[in-house]
């Protein structure tokens, strides 16, 4: 998590986050007036305006992989504390598949990371 020094004022308007439960994430999170958006949707080598370059699905997977997992959520200075709390609870919840929670499935993919020698940081 990004940290603000007491004596500077955050400017984030929003926050990425990856999961691979992002659609049921953010169907809680609308059901709960809390505002999230998916701002690329499409990878950049899939998108129209570069078709020119010949890319195909599957030529970028990293790619695709995130632009299937990554939200926005809120993140302001005015983001109440009742709001954050929800987040994290929907997401802590919603999120876990098995119950495990985010943390859990965080540090089993750190794990696999680890095993794989990726140089990817997601």
Known sequence: MPKVLKENMSAWAQYSVLHPQRDVIIKKLRENNI???VY???PL???EAFAHLGCRKNDFPVAE???G???SLPMHPY???KEQEIICQIIGRE???KGQGVRGKRKKK???REDEKTAFPF
């Open 35 to 37: 505002p999230t958006a």
């Open 40 to 42: 690329y949707p499409i």
């Open 45 to 47: 080598h899939l998108q």
């Open 65 to 67: 992989k995130i632009a």
């Open 69 to 71: 997992e990554i939200f």
């Open 79 to 81: 983001l109440e504390k």
């Open 95 to 97: 999120g876990s598949g």
């Open 110 to 112: 750190e794990e696999k």
